[in-house]
Each structure stands twice: as C-alpha cells, then as structure tokens.
C-alpha cells in the first residue's frame, strides 16, 4: 500500500527545491524547515516502502518491486524503442534510500546551526540541497539506465553548485572564491568526463537491448542473446561513469579540491550522495557486470589502486576536511574493490555453472554493500564532526588546533567514535565491512590471475593500517596536544542543532556494521541460480557463516593487528609526541612526502593537460580559424575587390582606344565565325 | 459546407501588415511602434499554437495560382506538416519574445520593430511554402531585412559583418537557386503537363523518384552547399561569428534561432526528400563535415574571449549535431535533429539574450573584463546558468534529448559501417561544450568581483527582459520533461521518411 | 540591272572609310560625321537588298535609321557643344574625364 508510493521519495524534495527556490526568502530560516520537512517526508516513505518491500512476496521470492510508465516512445524503420519512467524497488534500494535520505536528514538539521550565518543565501542553499537529495533518491529508485542517467546528472549538476556555492562573495574573501569557482569547474568536468563515458555505454546497451529497463537488461535470455563483447564495452564505459562520480583512480582528483564548499556539502556529497552513486550503479548493474570476468578484474584493480593512493594522500596532509576527503576515495576504492573482486569470483562461477563460486562472489557484494552503508554512518559522522570544529575554530589547517577534546567534549567523542569505526576497530562497523571486503578479495585468489588479487589485497591490507594511522593522527592533532593558535578562540562546543545529529549518527557508526549479524548479508545481496538473478532474500549466507569466516581466518587477526598498530604509531607521534614524524621524511624534504603532499603530482598533470592539450588546441583551432578560413574568405573578397581596380583601369575615357576596341573585336569576332563556318563546313 | 479559414495565409500576412504599419509610425509615434509589433507577433504566435491542437496538418494546405505563363508554373501555395509546424511554432514565439526583450530599444524603434516582423515573414514563408518559388523568394526576404538589421543596430564593425553576410549568404542563395531551377525544369520535362518548369512541392517530389543518380548528386551538391552555408557548418561559418558580434541582441536571436534552421530545413525539406541517391552518394562527406563542425566549433569555443562570440561558435557546434542526425540518414538521425534544431531554437535564444544583457548591463562582453557578476546580478546570472546547462546537455531539459539522440543514431549508423570509434568524436564534444560553458562561467559570474567595468552601472534585468527569458526557460523545461510533446508532432513527419533508397 | 555585288563593296567602302575615320580623327564633329557614313553604308546594304528580294521590310529600316540618325547627331551634338562650352575644345583625346 505503500510501495505504490515510491515514486513520491524523489519528488518529495523536488517539490521543496522547487518552493524554496521561488519563495525561500519569504520563508524562515530561508526555507530551511521546509527542506527538513521534506527529508524527513521522505525517509519516512522510504521507511515504510522498506518495510513493505521486505514484507512483501515479491522481496521472498527474490524479485524487485518494479512500476512504470511509458515517458516517450520512439519507432523507426531500423528499430524501435520506448523510454519509461518508473521505480524499482528492491533490497539495494531500499538500504540506499534508507540511509541516504535518513543521513540528508541529519544533514539537513545540522545545517540549521552551521549556515545559520549566510543570511540571504541560505534560499540557496537549502534549494540546492533539497534538489541534490532528490537527485539521489531519483537516482535510486529508477527502474531504467536513462532515468538513473537524469538523476545523475542532475546530482553533478547539483554538487557544482554547491561545491561553488561560495564562489562569489566568499566570507574569507576573493582567493576563496576563486578557489571555490575553480574547485568546482574541476569537480563538474571531471565527473561529466565520466558521465560521457557512461553516456556512451548507454548507446550500446540501449543498441544492443534495445531498451535500458533494468527489468529487460537483467533478464538472462536477453543477456544471452547479445555478443558478450559488446556487454564488456557497455559495461567498461559505464564503469568510465563510475570512476568519474565515484573519484576512482584516475578521475579522483576533483574530490579533494571539492572540499571548498561548506562542510555540510561535503558531508552530503562524502556520505549520502553523489560519491555514492558510481558504487551504487556498479551494484546494481552488477548483473551485466558479471558477464564479463575481465571487466571485473578491471573493476577490482581499479578499486584497489585507488583506495592505496588515496590513503597514502592523507598521511600528511594538514587540512582536516582534506585528510577526510582523501579517506573517502580510499574507503571508497575498498568498495569497488569489493564489488571487482566478489564480481569477478561470481564471473567465473556463472561461467563454469559453479554455485560455490557464485556464493562466494555475492560475498563480496554483499561486502561492498555493507561497507556503503557502514562509511555512509561514520563519514557523515566525522565530516559534521570536523564541521563543527571548524564552525568553532574558524580554520581548516590541524596545525592551528589542538587540546580541543575539553572545548568540545560531544564533538570530540563522537569523531572519536568514527574515528575507530572507519579505522576498522574490532567490533565496530568499519570492522565488519572492511574484513569482509579483504575475505572476498582472497577468495579470488585460487582464480586464473590470482597473484593480481594476492597485490591488491597487500595494497588493501597495507591501506587498513594507513587509514588507521591518518585517522588518528587527524584525531589527535585536533583535539589533544597544545592548543594551536586558533583553538585559543574557541568557541566552545556547537549549538544543539548541530550536535544532536553527531550523537545519532555516533550510534550507527559504531553499530550499523552489526546489521550483518542480523540477516544483512541476506537482505541485500545477488545470487543466480542459473535462469535468472535473485535479488535479496534466501541467496545470502547467514550470521554464522560471517562470524565463523572471520574469526577462524588468521589474517583477520593480522589486520586487526595493523589497525592497532596505526592507531598506536599516530598516538606516539602527536600525542606523546616521543616519535618525531620529522625523523621519517627529512622534515618534509623527502621525496615519498612531497610525492603524497603534491598528491602524486595529479593536480599538475591534469592542469598541464588541459592547458597543453585542450587550451592549446583550441588556440589552434583559433588561429586557423582567423587566419586560414577566414583569411581565404577575406582573400577572396578583397581580391575581387582588387581585381576591380585593376581592371577598371582599362576605362582610360579616350574615345579612339574603345572605338579600336569595338572594331578589333568585332573583326576577331567575325574572322572566328568566318572560321566555325569553314571548318564546320558550313551551315 | 463548412468555410475553411486560411490560417496559413493569416499567419503570413499578420506580420506583413505589422511590418507596414510600424514603419509608417515614424517620429512621435515611434515610441509606440513596439505595443503595435507586439500586437502583431503576439496574434501570430497565439494562432500558430492552435496547429499544435490540430489532429491532421494536411488540413492546412492552400495553394492560390499565381505566375502560370510562358511554360512556367509558380504558386503561393502554403502547407505545414511535422517538420514545418515545430518551426512555425519556434518562430513565431522567437520573435514575439524578442520583441518583448527589446522593449527598451531607443534608437529608432519603429524601424526595428519593421525589421523584426519583415523578417518573419520571411522565416514563415520559407517553413510554410510548398513552392520553390516562393520557397526562394522567402528565403531571400529573410536576407535583407537582417542585413538592414546588422548594418543600422550593430557595433562598431557593422558594416563589414552586414556586408559579409550579406554577399556570403547570398552568393550560397544562388547556388541553391540554381540547383532549384534544375528540379523544376527536370520535374517538368519528366512529369509532362505542357510546362517548361513546375516549381510546385509536388511536382518535384512526384518525379523525383525518376531523376537519375547523376542528376541527384550533382543537384544534391549545389543545394547542400546552399543549405550548408546558412546552418553554417565548418568550413563556410565564418560569417556567422561576425554577424553575431555586430548584430544586436534581438537580431542575434532571430538569426541563431530561427535562420539558421532554414539550412537544416531545406535539407531535410529538399535534399534528403527529393533526393535520395544523392544523399546516399554525400553520405560519408556529410557525416565527416558533420563531425568537423562538431569538434571544430566545440574547440573554437574555448579560445574566444567575446561571450557572444563564444555562443555564436557553439551554434555552430550544436548545428553540426543536426548535420550528424540528418546524416545518418535513418528515421530515428532525422527525428532527432528535427528535436535538436527545434532545442538549439530555444536554447540559443536564452543564449544570446543573456550575452546581449552582459554587453548591456556589464558595459562589456570580454570574458577576461569580468568577474564575480553573480553578486551583482543574481537574476541574470540564474539564466545563464540555466542556458548554459541547458545547452551543454543537462539531462531534464530539451539540449539533452536532440544530442542523446543524435549521437544515438550515429552509433547505430557507425555499427552498420563498423567504425564504433567515430563516436568518440561526439563524445569529445559534449566534454568540451561543458569544458567552454563552465569556464566561462567561471571567469564572468564568479569569483573575484570586477574592477575593470564601471561597476556602478552594473543593473540586473528589467521585467520585460525577465518575462521574455522566464518564456524560453519555461519552454526548455517542458519541451524537456515531455520531449514526447515535440516528438510526437515530429514523427508525423519522420517516420517512414527515410525511403528505400536510402537504407 | 547591276549586280548586288556592285551595291555591297560600295557600302563595305563606305563603312571603311567611316571607321577609319572614327578610329584616326580627334575632332567629334567629323566622328560624328564619319558615324553618319558608317550608319549610310548600311543604309545602302538596306536599300540593295530591299530592291533585290522585293521587299519593302529594308526601306522601312531605312527610315527607321535615318530618323534615329537625325536624333543622335541633334543629341550628340548638344553634347558636344556643352563640353566645348566648359572644356573649350573638341579634341576627343582631351575628353577623357569619364573614365574610371
């Protein structure tokens, strides 16, 4: 009775886009209660959708909830085809509207109190907002690649704005602003580079499918029926898309620079949306995915490539959102690398008819899933958290600081919270998502080209003690040790509005992890059982099977041992203070810091790119233009023009030279008759 | 027997009448001249809506004798069908709408006002006639008023654009006559009737079907060129960015909306219909220039430091997408850039309004002059925003479905001839549009505010500027919610248009 | 009856002389003149030819030709004299104003 309704989740905050965009500034608090209303509107739709969903038959006999309706319809001679809008519901979904539009939510109420100071422009912003959460919940819950395709879109377009939203009248002045316009060019045209791609891998699916409903693209008659490399094709550009919204390796780099919007946007951006898409499309594309086990090894590389490099990025950067930002890609490389490598056992296991394999490769979904969620919690958590640190200090660099734990006892609690979780902390959730994704990884290493998955896991494993040193070191440089400069003007802890979604996210950072124990990785996962994907119930594995699988894995221990490690080293270094990190990079000077520092030399490679190649073609293109084109056409011009004059000159006004003129060619005129005559012989 | 109006016929000489009376109004009365334009092409735009609500276009057909001597046949015969009501529709409205926007214009508004509405007439001969005849005449009627236009309104090089426009387009004219002629005394030497030339729609398309292959090519030839010119596509463009910088902003948009399309138009309306063979022999060269003008006006965009110039070579670009469509020579490339050039009307106009409110409210349209104008302007600024993400294909308004599937319909066409990688080309574009359109909002709406323009002048819209770009906005959101309602008159026209010959 | 031939040599004679003088002499007025010989010679080719197919069609164009004639010498030398009144001269080589 609810599900009928699922097409109100995205539209829900449309409405209040549209609203708050025309009379925001008639409204209190810019129409900031109204975005509220609307998220809160949404989630509970979503809660209720949910609930039926899994209540329902159709989530038990593993398949999704779909309604749609025909948008426009399109017939030709060579073919015909017919674009739907609709929803389709199923355990994915359901989890991602759950938690993005619960964390929106949370976002949204902590905004009240961060942007309380940004007067007329909070219309703005809350308008931008409610239409990136409805971009988001759009993107979810549509039942073709088209609509999905508008929503994501509509959600590049949305983090645009809001990564620019100080891009003019910047409180800290015009660098700022300039800054921000930039940052936010680089994140629109990085990611609709990936978009193009996915653009792209649009055309063939919808050549080859002739059609882009997910209920048509799933079905395995119709997988069958199409050339399996032309699958690999769509399926690789596709991935483009998800390398550019989800910051992948090599397409990461406008993620860290996007940190010049306001904190809450990076929140959003980090936790609830955006970022979330690409892992999300790899999900639930994951059937065509599969088809093609290198396309998943590609996948998997990729996600393990980039959780390496992103994680080596934070290690010493000073920028509180930007050491953030940096484990964003890395935790969002684990997820990609958990969808590769779960996908690329399960592309095997299709292959060979193997349930085995194709159980062990859900895993790994299921995996990935799980860590989505999980980072959802503690990455909205620590993102807010460093907001309200920065809403207290008024500064972004972690040198300035310092001791602000006795300021901010919420704040500093609740980041500590997440701090442990996404370092992977036994028992909390981080802990729970992370190993599972590492489990899944070594699952493909009996497979053909093991040894790549045995690499990607050292990088991985290698990545978990990283992420728990620069988590800590983050921790500790914030809120422990002598006060910087900046925390002595601490405004002491953050107004209620702000803390109260901190204590709340708190709890499902530590605990959402668990929902594994409690029939997740049977809720949300893929299975096959030869005819077609199962989507949710009976194909997953129970809690059991995940505490058995590991608790008895020794390298489980090991990583938990590196995680400890991490922790402990950061403690020495900027809490005791016993160990001089200087003693490891020549104070700054090494080659390995500068590599990190400068990001791998990223930012340059891309600006150089674009200056040389794009800049300078169209200087080119330019030039050719101006000089040869319409060189010619001014050329041609001006020498009719010329030709004029010069033969204008033949008019000289004296009557004998026309005369002679007229006479001579009447002559030549009759000698050339005279001729015809004679040699046509006649008439 | 119920009395037929002739809508078509009224539509044609509502603006004519408009044209004649406002250029009588001259001195005390020229203040006045915009109510009754707008009068004028306000009634035109309202009646054009009704063939919107028609169930059959062929209802509207009328045909009057008019030169029916010494063997030659021409009439003024009107008619619509899919193809010419959606252009129909993008004019009459365009020059409502520009009216509206130039409501403040000081400098002889009676003139301007005679121009406007003469070049209407024009444009809706040229979509509406069913004559080549008349087809020409019309063609040639949209020329002079538009070089009056550049050469009275303009900047500071008017002259020379005026005259470069002039002689170019012309000299491009008379090729495509040329090629008319040899249709119609063709026409008539096959179809008989005792004429020398037949230059009615009908005789033509009756025999065409019996031109030879030789005959199609080389006519094919002289009238795409013809065609090509005005769209314009790479290498005969460069008349349009000069145009487009001197011409005024109510000038610019009629010429990017609507004139253009008439090279689009007569491609489709003539050289694809009349002229299979010949469009099968062009094929590959339309494809490439097709392509050519696609990257090639996507990168010359980038360099330009002139907003409007940079607009103007994006025309150019987004024209090139309707060459592609048209070139795949498939029902699915033709509807689709029917949908294109009817989104790139809408777009553009809000395009070059907007770069007309930046020379006029800013002082100057030099990128690298401004800065930070979404302080002063947030209005303005809420527009360009919108055109710009409009034109470089946000999904959910009209620019993306023309390109989504345009570029479609090329990849079906590259699967067929096996060179899949073509489509990087147009994917290279879409990057790009978005590359010179971020950029460029970049460096003028955001951040540091300017100090090289006269900031104290800096206004935003007026109400008549705002209403008339709220318009076109609000079309470009529906017409891309509900492509259905522009693509469903369209497939009347297109489906089963591509013949035999050509698949 | 004397022959055709007879009648065209006189006139190809005559149109010589016209144009040699047309072509040599600087004076407008004996140009003028000259044109008169070259308009007479075909006048005589006109008449000859009317007389010897017997038809009138030749001596109509005749008149036609003598009318125009008249004409443009009452023209040409309006002409001529309003640019001897201004330039003092009739020497065409020194009339040469109209050119480029």
């Known amino acids: 009775m609810f599900i009928e309704f699922s097409w109100l989740i995205p539209l829900i905050p449309l409405l209040c886009f549209v609203i708050i965009g025309f009379f925001g500034t008639k409204m209190h608090e810019g129409g900031g209660y109204l975005a509220i209303a609307g998220a809160a509107v949404s989630t509970l739709i979503a809660v209720l959708v949910s609930y039926e969903y899994w209540t329902s038959a159709a989530f038990a006999s593993g398949v999704p909830y779909v309604a749609s309706m025909e948008w426009f319809a399109f017939t030709s001679t060579t073919g015909s085809f017919v674009m739907n809008v609709g929803v389709y519901i199923d355990s994915l979904a359901c989890m991602m509207m759950l938690f993005s539009s619960f964390i929106s939510l949370l976002i949204f109420i902590y905004s009240v109190g961060y942007m309380s100071h940004e007067g007329n422009k909070k219309r703005r912003y809350y308008a931008e907002v409610s239409l990136f959460l409805s971009g988001m919940l759009g993107l979810v819950v549509s039942s073709n690649f088209l609509e999905m395709f508008i929503f994501w879109e509509i959600m590049g377009l949305c983090s645009y704005l809001l990564i620019g939203f100080w891009s003019f009248k910047h409180p800290e002045g015009d660098a700022a602003s300039i800054n921000a316009a930039s940052a936010a060019k680089k994140a629109f045209l990085v990611t609709r580079l990936g978009d193009v791609s996915l653009m792209g891998g649009l055309f063939v699916l919808l050549y080859a499918f002739q059609s882009l409903d997910y209920t048509v693209l799933f079905d395995v008659n119709n997988i069958a029926a199409v050339d399996s490399n032309m699958i690999a094709l769509a399926m690789l550009l596709v991935f483009g898309g998800v390398i550019g919204k989800s910051a992948q390796f090599p397409l990461h780099d406008w993620l860290p620079d996007a940190m010049a919007g306001p904190t809450t946007v990076s929140a959003l951006i980090h936790a609830a949306t955006m970022v979330k898409a690409g892992v999300y499309l790899t999900a639930r594309a994951f059937p065509l995915f599969v088809q093609v086990e290198y396309v998943m090894l590609f996948v998997a590389v990729i996600g393990g490539v980039t959780a390496f490099i992103a994680a080596t990025m934070a290690l010493n950067n000073m920028n509180i959102k930007k050491v953030l930002a940096f484990s964003t890609l890395s935790q969002l490389g684990y997820m990609i690398l958990g969808l590769g490598a779960g996908g690329y056992v399960m592309a095997i296991g299709i292959k060979h008819g193997d349930p085995a394999l194709i159980a062990a490769g859900a895993a790994g979904y299921v995996a990935a899933c799980l860590h989505m969620m999980n980072h959802a919690f503690f990455k909205a958590l620590l993102f807010l958290g460093s907001g309200s640190v920065i809403h207290a200090v008024g500064t972004e660099d972690m040198r300035q600081m310092g001791g602000l734990a006795k300021h901010m006892p919420i704040t500093s609690k609740t980041m500590l919270i997440g701090s442990l979780s996404i370092a992977g902390f036994p028992l909390l959730s981080g802990f729970w998502s992370k190993d599972l994704i590492l489990e899944s990884v070594m699952d493909a290493f009996t497979e053909p080209v093991g040894w790549v998955f045995v690499i990607l896991w050292t990088l991985a494993v290698i990545t978990a003690l990283m992420t728990a040193f620069y988590m800590f070191r983050m921790w500790y440089m914030t809120f422990h040790g002598e006060e910087g400069h900046a925390a002595k003007h601490c405004h002491g802890e953050s107004p209620r509005t702000m803390t109260l979604p901190l204590m709340i996210l708190s709890v499902f950072a530590a605990a959402s992890g668990l929902l594994i124990l409690f029939g997740f990785g049977d809720t949300v996962c893929i299975g096959f059982d030869g005819t077609k994907f199962i989507v949710g119930n009976g194909h997953g594995h129970d809690a059991m099977y995940y505490l058995e699988h590991i608790f008895t894995n020794v390298y489980t221990y090991v990583t938990i041992l590196l995680a400890l490690l991490g922790i402990y080293v950061a403690y020495l270094m900027y809490n005791k203070k016993t160990l001089n990190p200087g003693r490891f990079n020549k104070e700054g000077q090494s080659f390995i810091y500068r590599l990190f520092a400068n990001r791998w030399w990223f930012p340059e490679f891309y600006d150089q790119l674009s200056l040389k190649l794009g800049y300078g073609t169209a200087c080119g293109v330019d030039f050719i233009d101006k000089q040869i084109i319409d060189g010619t056409v001014n050329g041609l011009s001006s020498s009719v023009v010329g030709g004029g004059e010069v033969l204008s000159r033949a008019q000289t006004g004296n009557l004998h030279s026309y005369a002679g003129v007229v006479v001579g060619g009447t002559i030549i005129l009759a000698v050339i008759a005279v001729a015809l005559f004679y040699f046509m012989g006649g008439i | ?503 | 009856m004397i022959p055709i031939e007879f009648f065209l040599i006189f006139g190809g004679i005559l149109f010589a002389i016209g144009a040699y003088g047309v072509l040599t002499k600087t004076n407008a007025i004996v140009i003028l003149m000259c044109i008169e010989l070259m308009l007479n010679a075909a006048n005589i080719n006109f008449v000859a030819f009317a007389a010897y197919n017997g038809d009138v069609l030749g001596q109509t164009f005749v008149m036609m030709t003598i009318v125009v004639a008249a004409a443009e010498v009452a023209v040409g030398i309006a002409i001529l004299l309003n640019a001897y009144k201004s330039k003092k001269t009739t020497d065409v080589d020194e009339l040469t104003t109209m050119r480029w």
């Open chain 2, 1 to 503: 027997m119920e009395v037929q109006i002739p809508l078509l016929t009224i539509l044609l000489v509502l603006p004519f009448i408009g044209a004649i009376a406002t250029l009588f109004m001259g001195g005390e009365r020229a203040k006045s001249a915009k109510y009754v334009a707008g009068a004028f092409a306000g009634i035109t735009a309202l009646l054009s809506l009704l063939l919107f609500f028609a169930n059959d276009l062929s209802f509207y057909d009328e045909c009057y004798g008019w030169i029916d001597t010494a063997g030659l046949k021409m009439s003024f015969a009107l008619g619509v069908d899919g193809l010419s009501m959606l252009m129909v529709f993008l004019t009459s409205v365009t020059v409502f709408l520009v009216i509206l926007f130039s409501a403040a214009e000081k400098d002889r508004p009676n003139y301007f006002h005679t121009l406007i509405l003469a070049m209407e007439v024009g444009l809706l001969g040229v979509y509406m006639a069913q004559d080549y005849f008349l087809f020409y005449i019309m063609w040639e009627l949209t020329l002079v008023p538009m070089y009056f236009m550049i050469s009275w309104y303009g900047g500071p090089r008017r002259h020379y654009a005026a005259i470069k426009f002039f002689i170019y387009t012309h000299v491009a004219s008379l090729v495509m006559l040329i090629g008319i002629f040899a249709l119609a005394f063709n026409a008539a030497a096959i179809t008989g009737g005792g004429y020398l030339a037949d230059f009615s729609f009908a005789a033509v398309a009756a025999a065409s079907p019996l031109f030879g292959t030789t005959f199609q090519i080389l006519v094919f030839g002289l009238l795409f060129f013809g065609f090509a010119v005005k769209m314009p596509i790479v290498p005969f463009h460069t008349w349009l960015p000069d145009a487009h910088v001197e011409a005024p902003t109510g000038g610019s948009v009629i010429l990017a909306a609507v004139m253009l399309k008439m090279g689009s138009y007569g491609i489709i309306r003539v050289c694809l219909e009349v002229l299979p063979e010949g469009a099968v022999w062009w094929q590959p060269i339309v494809i490439l220039i097709a392509l050519l003008s696609i990257v090639y006006g996507a990168f010359a965009c980038i360099a330009q430091t002139d907003l409007k110039k940079m607009v103007a070579f994006s025309s150019i670009s987004h024209m090139g997408m309707v060459l592609l469509g048209i070139g795949c020579l498939s029902d699915a490339g033709v509807t689709f850039a029917i949908f294109q050039m009817f989104a790139h009307g809408l777009i553009t106009t809000v395009l070059f309004m907007v770069c007309g409110l930046t020379g006029h409210n800013a002082g100057t349209r030099e990128i690298p002059l401004l800065g930070g104008l979404a302080a002063k302007m947030p209005i303005y600024s809420a527009f360009m925003m919108f055109g710009f993400m409009a034109s470089l294909g946000l999904p959910g308004l009209v620019g993306f479905w023309g390109e989504f599937g345009v570029i479609f319909s090329f990849y079906e066409y590259t699967v067929s001839i096996d060179m899949i990688w073509l489509i990087i080309f147009c994917l290279l574009s879409l990057l790009l549009t978005s590359g010179y359109y971020i950029w460029a909002m970049q460096r003028t709406l955001f951040g540091k505010e300017t100090d090289k323009i006269d900031v104290a002048h800096v206004h935003d819209v007026s109400l008549s500027e705002g209403l008339a770009l709220g318009v076109v906005c609000a079309l470009i959101a529906l017409f891309g919610l509900w492509p259905d309602l522009a693509l469903g008159v369209i497939q009347t026209f297109s489906q089963g248009f591509i013949s035999g010959v050509m698949i």
